[in-house]
């Protein structure tokens, strides 16, 4: 009998010992885990906004790459019209008519200006703009630069019915666009090149939207018409220096926007033996959403002295990318 007695008192003890959590503990568990989950949310939330500005600006870095490989090659070849480089000795073939794809407008006498090789307007003053005769895509985006470039391709081509191409040799060169040889030169001493006529302006609109500003181009396609392309969307601004030689060094005595006084003929202060033998680009690029929490307010200096700083105040990010690229055919 003694026996269970202690038995039975030995199992009340056990049960009694065996309670749960009070009140008190279990809001002291709740309170612990709500700083836990807060914290890894907090943990989460600060690497997604973390990777979303990586994302934006290496997609920044990405896209001024991009840019820059399409601009460089092609002010390079500025000047190279396959075997000379002397466009007073190309002639011309009468037949080539050269219109824009809207509108249809005849614009042959600008596009075979072969003489001037490059040529830029200083922040797009004046409406129609001279180096755009073919109407935009998209309007100009205010107070950037527009430039056109013209050269041979740097490839030896294929002859191509419709496309405009020069034959070379060392003594002269021609613009022929029916796909035959022409008269007078021999494979075995010229080559084939495509007429290359490409004009840069940043539009105010994209394929993104009307509101994202992009790189474009006019081209010359086969068919001969003047084409409005884009090459990239989030571009908004761009401008253009001209590196002169003015004593025939063949260095850089300084830079110039395209409408200096020394480089426009009919000025007074301009030097015709002047030579341009580079050119510093300039690139503001955005990108093509606002960032939550971010604000930029600038201020950008763009390479023009005329231009007041770019003081955007908004939560675009932004990216400036310059570059110097000296001209390949400049002495000519």
């Not at 081509?157 to 060392?170: I, K, T, Y």
Request: charged share 15%; net charge negative.
């Amino acid at each position: 009998m003694k026996t269970s007695l202690q038995a039975i008192n030995k199992s009340r003890r056990t049960n009694s010992a065996q309670h749960g959590f009070t009140l008190i503990e279990l809001m002291i568990a709740m309170l612990i885990g709500s700083f836990l989950i807060i914290g890894a949310i907090t943990v989460y939330s600060q690497s997604r906004t973390n990777y979303r500005v990586s994302e934006s600006i290496a997609r920044l870095q990405e896209n001024a790459r991009f840019a820059l490989s399409m601009l460089e090659p092609d002010f390079r070849l500025v000047k190279n019209w396959g075997r000379h480089n002397e466009p007073a000795l190309i002639t011309i073939d009468p037949a080539i008519v050269i219109t824009c794809e809207t509108g249809g407008n005849d614009v042959t006498a600008w596009a075979l200006n072969l003489a001037v090789g490059i040529a830029a307007t200083d922040d797009n003053p004046v409406a129609p703009n001279p180096n755009l005769p073919c109407p935009p895509d998209t309007a100009i985006q205010p107070n950037t630069d527009v430039f056109v470039l013209r050269h041979g391709t740097a490839r030896i081509m294929p002859f191509a019915v419709g496309q405009v191409q020069l034959q070379s040799n060392r003594v002269s060169g021609v613009l022929f666009n029916d796909g035959l040889m022409p008269a007078g030169y021999l494979v075995a001493n010229s080559t084939t090149h495509n007429l290359v006529i490409d004009t840069y302006y940043i539009g105010t609109g994209s394929s993104l939207g009307p509101t994202i500003p992009s790189l474009r181009r006019q081209v010359l396609v086969n068919g001969g018409q003047i084409q409005d392309q884009e090459i990239m969307p989030g571009v908004e601004n761009m401008q253009i220096q001209f590196g002169v030689d003015t004593d025939a060094d063949g260095n850089v005595e300084r830079y110039v926007d395209s409408d200096h006084a020394i480089v426009t003929p009919g000025s007074g202060a301009f030097i015709p033996t002047a030579e341009m033998v580079s050119v510093r680009l300039w690139l503001l690029l955005r990108a093509e959403r606002p960032e939550n929490g971010h604000n930029d307010p600038g201020p950008y200096t763009p390479l023009d002295g005329n231009l007041a700083q770019i003081t955007p105040n908004d939560q675009f990010r932004r990216m400036v990318v310059s570059k110097t690229i000296f001209l390949r055919n400049a002495k000519g």
